[in-house]
Each structure stands twice: as structure tokens, then as C-alpha cells.
């Protein structure tokens, strides 16, 4: 319901855009998108499904502004010893596999940083058109 009363996402963005962010147009992205995992970590949670099709601009006046979508992976965040006390149990991703991090790809527990890694291969896609 959400997305129908948003804008496009940043990938819709992106393939208009002939497939390539400028540099400035990136890091106005990035500004905000760190601004919006910095208030979600704050509270304690993780997204852990960092992709652009996730990342939506609004309408109107609020048409510059990037709004975080789709929460359905999302989980607490755990500490350390939290996580030491979790059974060991097999790999298996969580997430979308082209922006997940190295942690997410090995089935290991997730932390903040994790979300940043992902948002930090995101933008390598909007700058080179494609992740390596």
C-alpha cells in the first residue's frame, strides 16, 4: 500500500537515467539514505534487504525525498554475546544477493554495518551502471 502512494524507486530513477547516477546526484542519495539508516539503527534495527528498488522517492512537495521501504527482513539488533549464544546453523543468504554483504552471503549474524556495506555497493552500482 506504501508504495502505491509513493514515487518511482531509485532503480525505476536509475534506468531512466540511461543507467548512470553523476557523481553529485549520488552523493545527494547517499546524504540522505545514511541520514535514514542512522535513525533506523538508532532504534535498534537492522534492514538487511538494502536494494534500490527499496529505496522510494516521495511526490510532490516531498519529491526529493528518499524514503526507506520494506521492512519484511528487518529484525533487532542483537549484541555480540547475543550472537556467541546463538546455535551455529547453516549458510543461507538473507537478503537480495547483488547488494547483500559478505556476512549476509556467508549466513553469518548481521550488524549496522552490514546495511552499510549494502549501501555502499549500492552506490557502485549508480556510479559504474553495474557492481563488478
Avoid at 516521495?58 to 524514503?67: D, L
Wanted: aromatic residues 10%; contains cysteine.
Amino acid at each position: 500500500m506504501v508504495f502505491e502512494l509513493l514515487g518511482p524507486s531509485l532503480e525505476d530513477l536509475f534506468v531512466f537515467c540511461d543507467r548512470r547516477f553523476s557523481l553529485k546526484t549520488t552523493l545527494l542519495l547517499m546524504d540522505q539514505l545514511l541520514t535514514r539508516f542512522k535513525a533506523l539503527h538508532s532504534k535498534r534495527w537492522l534492514h538487511r534487504d538494502v536494494k534500490p528498488q527499496n529505496c522510494l522517492l516521495g511526490i510532490g512537495k516531498n519529491g526529493n525525498v528518499v524514503y526507506l521501504t520494506d521492512f519484511g527482513l528487518s529484525r533487532e539488533v542483537i549484541t555480540l554475546d547475543e550472537a556467541e549464544e546463538l546455535p551455529p546453523k547453516r549458510a543461507c543468504l538473507v537478503g537480495t544477493t547483488r547488494f547483500a554483504s559478505i556476512s549476509g552471503h556467508s549466513g553469518q549474524v548481521q550488524f549496522e554495518k552490514d546495511d552499510l556495506e549494502s549501501l555502499g555497493y549500492m552506490m557502485i552500482y549508480f556510479m559504474r551502471g553495474r557492481l563488478p
